[in-house]
């Protein structure tokens, strides 16, 4: 895992594929001088106890949270797998519904779907409506990258990246998870096809 450049993070947050108990994550390499930058930074910017020679971080991963990764680890196959006959089912019974555009993945590729989102040119609409048939979805993410705060130095105007911005208005996800049961699966998608644009 990790081996597509020269290195590769994955985070362990609580609602992901491999969740901790908490914030956590990992960096992978195969580049000894890389690793040891990694392992400074992670800790302060200190490679000895209090002698810090760059600015760093406190992003250790902390052995209560490896202990419960480690335990749940032997189970992400079976996990992934469940995710992808949820994302099976969706793809099937939601094909063709509404003017919902479902995920595209290529046949050459995998997915681990962590989330399943759909877009929806009446996104708003369309989300009340679960809710009110009891289904809770979430908007990953509202507001695209370019027109955060954070990057404002950069001066993106509204509407200059028009599919970013196209996108950010449309996307839902769906419920998703190892944890769904199939009953639950078809109520998320009875409530899609009972919605009435």
């Known amino acids: 895992a990790g081996s597509l450049g020269h290195s590769a993070g994955f ?3 609580p609602g992901k ?38 600015k760093g971080y406190n992003s250790r ?31 099937k019974e939601l094909n063709g519904v509404l003017n919902l555009t479902l995920p595209n993945v290529p046949g050459w590729s995998s997915h681990a779907w962590h989330l399943y989102v759909v877009r929806s040119p009446k996104r708003e609409l369309l989300q009340q409506h679960l809710k009110s048939e009891g289904v809770e979805t979430l908007i990953h993410y509202p507001i695209p990258p370019h027109l955060q705060p954070a990057y404002s130095e950069y001066c993106f105007m509204e509407r200059e990246l028009p599919l970013a911005d196209v996108i950010s208005r449309e996307v839902l996800s769906l419920p998703m998870g190892p944890h769904l049961n199939l009953k639950q699966c078809d109520t998320v998608i009875r409530a899609i096809q009972s919605f009435k644009e």
Do not use: W
């Open 17 to 54: 594929n491999l969740g901790a108990l908490g914030d956590g994550g990992v960096v992978t390499t195969n580049d000894a001088s890389l690793a040891d930058k990694v392992r400074i930074l992670r800790n302060y910017g200190s490679e000895k106890k209090y002698h810090n020679s760059v």
């Open 61 to 91: 991963l902390d052995e209560m949270q490896a202990a419960f990764l480690r335990v749940k680890l032997p189970h992400l196959d079976v996990d992934l797998a469940r995710r992808k006959e949820i994302a099976g089912i969706y793809n």
């Open 11 to 13: 985070s362990f947050f």
